[in-house]
């Protein structure tokens, strides 16, 4: 095997090889933009591969969500972008014989070791940054395809035909491709090679592409894709909804880079792109960025750099207006899932709502039902994240020494506080010096499966969501360790990653978590 990822090749072979070996398996992942993105690439692999699974989801994988996924009769379980944190508790039912586990994650591992473990972290590789789950997901379906002796049929390798049914055990959306690669179509199926582009969508949707670029063994990735012809890359504006926001939207809500007169200004936007020697409309239609010629771009990216350094933005700020773009250069353009950006945030429209199954739809290539039922998703995403927001900024955050922090109760979803803290810092009261902390209440349930018990247990349980800064994790701010630690003491359980993680506390200990919180973060900066 020639993979994309050179250190994690052996490992990945293993596990490759094990699941080869299983009569049939359950495939359980996380419900954000990287888990469905895992999701469907394992998916696909284990397809292509011949091998029978069925397809559960989890937003927390918890002691319960474990236990039901081991009450089934399945002795094979791949899980994809979670896995690796609660390895104590999949260890017990490993050990008991419930089941076999297969990992790929690339969160941080609990002190437990388990043979088919893929994950980035036990390699050197930072799981944070340079390999999403996704990624590690793209890795093992590279490692499937060279162990397996199942080759994929190449009648139903890119035109969305309908793929052979003995290969299934599941009534979740259909696992062949559905995406049209270039020329060698048939190869890059054999290989696996054509999934890279989900892998990609995944990484970016994981906030991995820092500094405007995808780093470390995402750019193995990237490059395969590439090869492969299902992605194109570029240097381009750094600006979301290049391809589905008319002109004057795209500047509008440009806020990244705040460039005064335009960022946040309607009219100003619309003043700036009048003053263009440029075509803007066409039918009646304002045009969007993705249908602009290149010399048409350049005259308004020339334009943008011009009025930031007028207005005084800081030269590295400037510097951000550019990034590298990721485009599926077999979706159509002008759609949300050309970009890597928009089709992540698209995904995460529904996850945030719990439906997974539409998200894996449009993954897996269903442009009809899933693709429509997931922009309904994204329209009523962005009212509530846009009413969040304003909540937050209206009432403001508490400020303690070295964190700060709101509670919604039940005025913003559990499932979108945390972006909503985000997209918070830097406005009026919301500071961008300290990581922020964001309660909410838990809605019922946990995912898929249905357990009795769940909303009563979740009626004592409170959300915990945190969001840093790449600024404040270059200092040493590392939110897993805080999550952790801080929900731990006061009983509860979390973790997650360096700028960006969560935990579930029990209801009334929300003021001793941040008493722990603030005290960790303290050491971590001092």
């Known amino acids: 095997m020639a993979g994309p990822v050179p250190e994690l090749e052996d490992r990945a072979v293993t596990c490759a090889e094990r699941l080869c070996d299983a009569d049939r398996v359950l495939l359980a992942s996380h419900i954000d933009a990287d888990g469905l993105t895992s999701a469907a690439i394992a998916a696909q692999a284990l ?16 002691e319960d969500a474990i236990a039901a996924i081991a009450a089934t009769d399945y002795d094979t379980v791949l899980f994809t972008d979670f896995g690796s944190g609660q390895l104590d508790i999949i260890g017990d039912h490993e050990a008991a014989g419930d089941f076999t586990p297969v990992i790929a994650d690339h969160h941080q591992p609990a002190d437990r070791e388990t043979e088919y473990h893929l994950n980035p972290l036990l390699f050197g590789i930072n799981g944070a940054s340079e390999l999403s789950g996704a990624g590690a997901s793209y890795v093992l379906a590279r490692a499937l395809a060279s162990v397996s002796d199942n080759e994929p049929d190449p009648a139903v390798a890119a035109d969305g035909g309908e793929p052979s049914q003995t290969r299934r055990a599941s009534s979740e959306p259909r696992s062949d491709g559905g995406i049209v690669t270039a020329s060698g179509a048939t190869n890059v199926r054999a290989d696996n090679r054509d999934l890279a582009a989900l892998a990609v969508v995944g990484a970016v949707g994981d906030m991995q592409a820092s500094g405007g670029e995808l780093h470390g063994a995402n750019a193995g990735i990237v490059e395969e894709g590439v090869a492969a012809g299902v992605l194109e890359t570029g240097k381009d504006l750094a600006l979301y909804g290049k391809q589905t926001r008319p002109l004057p939207k795209l500047l509008e809500y440009a806020t990244d880079v705040h460039i005064p007169g335009i960022s946040n200004d309607e009219n100003g936007a619309l003043r700036f792109l009048d003053g263009l020697d440029l075509e803007l409309k066409r039918d009646g239609e304002w045009r969007r960025w993705a249908g602009l010629t ?8 020339s334009a943008l750099v011009q009025r930031a350094v007028s207005s005084g933005v800081p030269a590295k700020k400037i510097d951000q207006l550019v990034s590298t773009a990721y485009v599926l250069s077999e979706e159509p353009v002008g759609t949300e899932l050309r970009d890597a950006s928009e089709f992540s945030t698209l995904l995460n429209a529904t996850a945030r709502y719990e439906r997974a199954d539409v998200g894996l739809g449009v993954c897996l290539g269903d442009r009809d039902g899933a693709l429509e039922r997931a922009r309904q998703l994204l329209r009523e995403h962005r009212r509530n994240l846009s009413n969040g ?7 403001g955050a508490t400020q303690e020494d070295h964190v700060q922090w709101f509670h919604a109760g039940d005025e913003i979803r559990e499932t979108i506080v945390g972006i909503v803290a985000g997209m918070a810092m830097g406005n009026q009261g919301i500071s961008r010096s300290k990581p922020i902390i964001a309660f909410a209440e838990k809605s019922a349930g946990h995912g898929s499966a249905n357990r009795s018990g769940d909303a009563a247990e979740d009626d004592d349980e409170v959300k915990v969501s945190s969001r840093g800064t790449h600024s404040l994790v270059r200092q040493g701010l590392d939110l897993s360790v805080v999550m952790g ?23 009334g200990t929300e003021e001793a978590f941040v008493e722990h919180a603030d005290e960790i973060v303290g050491e971590q900066l001092s």
């Open 47 to 62: 397809e292509r591969a011949g091998i029978p699974f069925e397809t559960v989801f989890e937003k927390q994988l918890d």
């Open 294 to 301: 290149n010399d048409e771009k350049q005259t308004v990216a």
């Open 389 to 395: 927001i304003d909540l937050v900024t209206r009432e």
């Open 485 to 507: 630690e801080a929900s731990r003491a006061v009983g509860g359980d979390g973790g997650g990653h360096d700028v960006a993680a969560g935990a579930t506390v029990p209801k």
